[in-house]
Nanobody, 119 residues
Framework: HVQLVESGGGLVQAGGSLRLSCAASGRTFSGSAMGWFRQAPGKEREFVAG????????YYADSVKDRFTISRDFAKNTVYLQMNSLKPEDTAVYYC????????????WGQGTQVTVSS
């Protein structure tokens, strides 16, 4: 039974930082892509950042490039999203995802964590 559990969301002022964590259990994802999507109110869910679990290849949406950084801890089976220079338009529910396909969908999802950036 695969579980992805996010934590680290919250309320922050514009220009601030947050770090999201996603703890995976039930299996390892070596060779797979893991990452983050987000969904703002009234908008479709969109890809944010991803990485190959077993390698160093990372990729980002243009809107977060140079501000967000994805990383992972093998020992803890955890993926992180460091978010800096946050903007009000980053406000959304952020979802951890595993077995990402072409940055469009994924086989496994977390429950989501709210990130709110005030202006």
């Amino acid at each position: 039974h695969v579980q992805l559990v996010e934590s680290g969301g919250g309320l922050v002022q514009a220009g601030g930082s947050l770090r999201l964590s996603c703890a995976a259990s039930g299996r390892t994802f070596s060779g797979s892509a893991m990452g983050w999507f987000r969904q703002a109110p009234g908008k479709e869910r969109e890809f944010v950042a991803g990485m190959l679990w077993s390698g160093d290849i990372t990729y980002y949406a243009d809107s977060v490039k140079d501000r967000f950084t994805i990383s992972r801890d093998f020992a803890k089976n955890t993926v992180y999203l460091q978010m800096n220079s946050l903007k009000p338009e980053d406000t959304a529910v952020y979802y951890c995802a595993a077995e990402i396909h072409a940055t469009r969908t994924a086989d496994y999802w977390g429950q989501g964590t709210q990130v709110t950036v005030s202006s």
